[in-house]
């Protein structure tokens, strides 16, 4: 778990100074979302449950299989990127090989398309369940409520997981839903609910793991809730300091995920300086060579622009 | 050939995919136990079970949503809306998500769904039981727009619509659901997906038109010929992608083009078809092309005489024909 959140940290932060020296026009990255991300996936089936994610979710992604590589290449908008080949925005992501499907940009569309997936999985007799994440803003919307109440109704395999970061772009929670908890709205569809601390992911872990039983036992939806911070604003074009002080997010940042599970590796004498520095090596190779791979990979082809509208 | 009402071809062509390819789902408001407001799926529950005719929450973008994800997780879900006029909570999943879906992962996903509905006017229905909205779908590349406006080819054009690899929006006249009946050939009968159909032919005028204006088309037409106006008329079958070498082959033939639908007039098909043929077939053109259509008001009203006053009918038809071929 730590060594995927570290490495989610630092690409993460490569991504932000690629974007800054103009090389790119935009990320949008999991900063501070690590421990919610990483926990989940490490209690997903890669390849075999189905997954749905959001824009945030890059801990998520690298954590379930996407490389590296597949992240800058994402990133640069690359031919090779499999996320979309250079036609999608990066951070929406698409990957037939973990069963992750497409997303799109306006929050909580895919929340109906989770039940359906599940829909589809146990129609076919499979033993998956489907993972759907989203933040805080997209259980305002509609498609949240439809999704949501259709799996309720239909007793499907899903995982409704809500990375609560506190703010949909400038607004916040308290201006988002006048509950204490997104998980206290399961109650309002007949299905279990959970709030756990989205800074650790152990608690993540195991929320997870539990709904995955529940949803294979045919006992339904979980919708889960995970209380989170994005330390960096909501993408690259977000200039936070409008609407949030210096030293909320300072206060915050005394929660960093990354700091904590290594204070409590160390305290369980399972970490120490000399790995700590291995790890850091090892990172910084991997990232070194995902930037450079990518940098380097070739664009998307103009002629191939009108591709892909319909089946060939 | 057995002679058949519209709904009834509707019906054979679902089951028959249903009993043919155990991917393909129904859902959608009332479609199981109630077998649809207007029995398009009648007996499909009995015969397939609730887990392939699902009776869904009222809940129009859950409808599409759940049928898109099912759809890329590999069923091939037709969804009803019960009326195009309820469909419009659904345009983000439809427009945003289906008809994107294979464009924006380079094609790694594709969305093979069909989303079923109720259209057009007619039916004494008033604004929210009347409306036409195959522009709004006709517009959106990745959609495929089909409106079948016979029995036969609404049952064939049905099973292309399911076995399509794309998103189609199958828009079902339904004053003509009873009032249109015709030969039905029996089993597996499919129409493409694509191809305008030449619902009679002619040499003085040629009239474009689909849906239930197909045949209020067809009568115009009968009339006129009686005085010695002859008019091709091109039953278009598919909005889009739209046959453009049929509306131009058949103005090279006879230089002139009328084009009537129900929706409004503005920016709806008559506006693409005028396009067309302005493009590829100006030179061909005797006469400015000639659009009659809905006038530009929210839907059709509900009082009998407020709807029958803006309505397209064959009598007004026929004085555009007579009107364009003097032209």
Same mark, same amino acid.
């Given at each position: 778990?730590?060594?995927?959140?570290?490495?989610?940290?630092? @690409?993460?932060?490569?991504?932000?100074?690629?974007?800054?020296?103009?090389?790119?026009?935009?990320?949008?990255?999991?900063?501070?979302?690590?421990?919610?991300?990483?926990?989940?996936?490490?209690?997903?089936? &890669?390849?075999? +449950?189905?997954?749905?994610?959001?824009?945030?979710?890059?801990?998520?992604?690298?954590?379930?299989?996407?490389?590296?590589?597949?992240?800058?290449?994402?990133?640069?908008?690359?031919?090779?990127?499999?996320?979309?080949?250079?036609?999608?925005?990066?951070?929406?992501? *698409?990957?037939?090989?973990?069963?992750?499907?497409?997303? *799109? *940009?306006?929050?909580?569309?895919?929340?109906?398309?989770?039940?359906?997936?599940? @829909? !589809? *999985?146990?129609?076919?007799?499979?033993?998956?369940?489907?993972?759907?994440?989203?933040?805080?803003?997209?259980?305002?919307?509609?498609?949240?409520?439809?999704?949501?109440?259709?799996?309720?109704?239909?007793?499907?395999?899903?995982?409704?997981?809500?990375?609560?970061?506190?703010?949909?772009?400038?607004?916040?929670?308290?201006?988002?839903?006048?509950?204490?908890?997104?998980?206290?709205?399961?109650?309002?569809?007949?299905?279990?609910?959970?709030?756990?601390?989205?800074?650790?992911?152990?608690?993540?872990?195991?929320?997870?793991? =539990?709904?995955?039983?529940?949803?294979?036992?045919?006992?339904?939806?979980?919708?889960?809730?995970?209380?989170?911070?994005?330390?960096? &604003?909501?993408?690259? +074009?977000?200039?936070?300091?409008?609407?949030?002080?210096?030293?909320?997010?300072?206060?915050?940042?005394?929660?960093?995920?990354?700091?904590?599970?290594?204070?409590?590796?160390? =305290? !369980?004498?399972?970490?120490?300086?000399?790995? =700590?520095?291995?790890?850091? +090596?090892?990172?910084?190779?991997?990232?070194?060579?995902?930037? +450079?791979?990518?940098?380097?990979?070739?664009? &998307?082809?103009?002629?191939?622009?009108?591709?892909?509208?319909? !089946?060939? | %050939?057995?002679?058949?009402?519209?709904?009834?071809?509707?019906? /054979?062509?679902?089951? /028959?995919? %249903?009993?043919?390819?155990?991917?393909?789902?129904?859902?959608?408001?009332?479609?199981?136990?109630?077998?649809?407001?207007?029995?398009?799926?009648?007996?499909?529950?009995?015969?397939?079970?609730?887990?392939?005719?699902?009776?869904?929450?009222?809940?129009?973008?859950?409808?599409?949503?759940?049928?898109?994800?099912?759809? %890329?997780?590999?069923?091939?879900?037709?969804? /009803?809306?019960?009326?195009?006029?309820?469909?419009?909570?659904? %345009?983000?999943?439809?427009?945003?998500?289906?008809?994107?879906?294979?464009?924006?992962?380079?094609?790694?996903?594709?969305?093979?769904?069909?989303?079923?509905?109720?259209?057009g006017?007619?039916?004494?229905?008033?604004?929210?039981?009347?409306?036409s909205?195959e522009a709004?779908?006709a517009?959106?590349?990745?959609? #495929?727009v089909?409106i079948?406006s016979?029995?036969?080819?609404?049952?064939?054009?049905?099973?292309?619509?399911?076995?399509?690899?794309?998103?189609?929006?199958?828009?079902?006249? #339904?004053?003509?659901?009873?009032?249109?009946?015709?030969?039905?050939?029996?089993?597996?009968?499919?129409?493409?997906?694509?191809?305008a159909r030449v619902a009679k032919?002619g040499?003085h005028l040629t009239a474009v038109a689909y849906g239930m204006m197909l045949h209020l088309t067809m009568?115009a037409a009968? /009339?006129?010929?009686?005085?010695?106006?002859?008019v091709e008329v091109i039953d278009l079958r598919t909005l889009a992608?739209l046959d453009r070498t049929a509306l131009v082959e058949s103005v090279?033939?006879t230089g002139r083009a009328l084009i009537v639908y129900e929706d409004n007039l503005t920016m709806g098909m008559g506006a693409e078809a005028a396009a067309v043929l302005a493009e590829e077939a100006l030179?061909h053109l005797d006469a400015p092309v000639r659009r009659l259509a809905l006038p530009d008001?929210?839907?059709?009203?509900?009082?009998?005489?407020?709807?029958?006053?803006?309505l397209p009918n064959a009598?007004r038809i026929a004085q555009a024909m007579?009107e364009l071929a003097?032209a």
């Open positions: 778990m730590y060594r995927f959140m570290v490495l989610s940290r630092a @690409l993460d932060e490569r991504m932000w100074i690629i974007q800054r020296q103009g090389k790119v026009p935009f990320v949008i990255t999991a900063h501070g979302q690590e421990a919610a991300q990483v926990g989940a996936a490490m209690a997903l089936r &890669p390849g075999q +449950d189905v997954i749905v994610p959001y824009y945030r979710d890059m801990a998520l992604m690298l954590t379930l299989g996407m490389t590296p590589r597949e992240l800058m290449l994402n990133v640069f908008s690359r031919a090779e990127d499999p996320n979309g080949g250079g036609r999608q925005m990066p951070a929406h992501f *698409s990957l037939p090989r973990l069963r992750v499907l497409t997303g *799109s *940009s306006p929050v909580g569309t895919q929340i109906p398309h989770a039940a359906g997936a599940a @829909l !589809a *999985s146990r129609l076919r007799g499979e033993d998956s369940v489907t993972f759907c994440s989203f933040g805080e803003g997209a259980t305002s919307t509609g498609d949240f409520h439809e999704g949501v109440n259709f799996a309720a109704v239909l007793k499907l395999p899903v995982i409704f997981f809500c990375e609560n970061n506190q703010y949909a772009i400038s607004v916040p929670v308290r201006r988002q839903m006048a509950v204490e908890s997104a998980a206290q709205r399961a109650a309002g569809y007949g299905i279990e609910g959970r709030s756990v601390d989205g800074q650790d992911p152990v608690p993540v872990y195991l929320a997870v793991s =539990e709904a995955a039983e529940r949803a294979r036992a045919g006992r339904g939806p979980t919708l889960i809730e995970v209380r989170t911070y994005r330390f960096v &604003p909501h993408t690259s +074009d977000d200039d936070d300091r409008t609407y949030r002080t210096r030293s909320e997010v300072e206060e915050f940042r005394q929660k960093d995920p990354i700091p904590l599970m290594r204070r409590r590796l160390e =305290e !369980a004498g399972l970490w120490d300086e000399q790995r =700590e520095k291995a790890l850091r +090596d090892e990172v910084a190779a991997i990232v070194d060579d995902a930037a +450079d791979y990518a940098e380097r990979a070739p664009r &998307p082809d103009p002629a191939s622009v009108m591709r892909h509208v319909y !089946a060939d | %050939m057995a002679v058949k009402r519209m709904i009834e071809a509707i019906r /054979e062509a679902l089951d /028959e995919e %249903m009993a043919r390819d155990p991917r393909v789902i129904v859902l959608g408001e009332d479609v199981g136990v109630k077998g649809g407001v207007f029995v398009a799926t009648r007996g499909l529950l009995e015969k397939y079970g609730q887990d392939r005719v699902i009776d869904t929450p009222l809940s129009e973008s859950g409808i599409v949503g759940v049928a898109v994800g099912a759809a %890329m997780n590999g069923l091939r879900p037709v969804a /009803e809306i019960q009326f195009a006029d309820f469909i419009h909570p659904a %345009m983000d999943q439809i427009i945003n998500e289906a008809a994107r879906i294979r464009y924006r992962s380079n094609g790694a996903w594709g969305c093979p769904l069909v989303v079923r509905t109720p259209y006017a007619g039916i004494r229905g008033g604004l929210y039981h009347s409306q909205v709004f779908f517009h959106v590349p990745g959609l #495929k089909v079948p016979t029995p036969a080819d609404a049952k064939g054009l049905l099973k292309a619509a399911i076995r399509d690899e794309d998103p189609v929006i199958f828009l079902e006249p #339904k004053r003509g659901y009873r009032l249109i009946q015709g030969e039905v050939p029996e089993g597996d009968f499919v129409v493409p997906i694509g191809p032919e040499s009568e009968a /009339e006129v010929q009686q005085e010695g106006i002859s992608p090279k033939k030179y008001i929210p839907a059709t009203p509900f009082a009998g005489v407020l709807e029958d006053a803006v009598e007579r003097r």
